[in-house]
């Protein structure tokens, strides 16, 4: 579990958005997953989040967030 999925997972009523995006602005990876292939935008996703998506994308540098992103069921974050 990476700390960007933490932000989401675990704050999914009242998470920062300032965390947030100090988080990506730190991750390498913004396509990083669990366990069962949930990443970040899984939960933003899951957790109907449009402004974490928007911040997501937004500040994402030269850095490439996958919104395809399967899991391992083959999900992606539309599915969710």
Do not use: M
Not at 56 to 72: C, F, P, R, T, Y
């Amino acid at each position: 579990v990476t700390p960007l999925i933490c932000s989401v997972q675990y704050e999914e009523k009242t998470p920062s958005l300032t965390l947030f995006k100090t988080l990506i602005s730190g991750t390498e990876n913004l396509n990083g997953q669990n366990s069962s292939g949930f990443g970040a935008i899984h939960f933003i996703a899951a957790y109907n989040r449009a402004e974490l998506l928007k911040a997501l994308i937004e500040n994402q540098e030269n850095k490439q967030v996958d919104i395809n992103l399967s899991n391992a069921e083959g999900n992606t974050p539309t599915y969710i």
